[in-house]
Nanobody, 122 residues
């Protein structure tokens, strides 16, 4: 049974930084595409960053140069370091996992989701 649990959300001032973590269990993290998504009130869920099983990464244009996705396969933890945060980055952030297929930023690609963690930038 695949489980994903996010942590590290909180409130921060504009220009600040946060690091989100996602602890995975029930599968081999290294074999999966992993991604971070976010959803602001009244908006659709959008892909932020993804990291494939080979370590290749992709980012939404809105976060390029500010966010860095990484993973620790041995510890089964996915991270995203978020720097220079802006008020428009405020959202509930989710980690997700996908097995097989393309590793992209489309929510429909992903099979498993965490419960989300709130990020608020003021």
């Amino acid at each position: 049974h695949v489980q994903l649990v996010e942590s590290g959300g909180g409130s921060v001032q504009a220009g600040g930084s946060l690091r989100l973590s996602c602890a995975a269990s029930g599968y081999t993290c290294s074999s999966y595409c992993m991604g971070w998504f976010r959803q602001a009130p009244g908006k659709e869920r959008e892909g932020v960053a993804a990291i494939d099983s080979d370590g290749s990464t992709s980012y939404a244009d809105s976060v390029k140069g500010r966010f860095t996705i990484s993973k620790d396969n041995a510890q089964k933890v996915l991270y995203v370091r978020m720097n220079d945060l802006k008020p428009e980055d405020s959202a509930v952030c989710y980690c997700a996992a996908a097995y097989g297929g393309a590793c992209d930023l489309l929510p429909q690609t992903y099979n498993y989701w965490g419960q989300g963690t709130q990020v608020t930038v003021s």
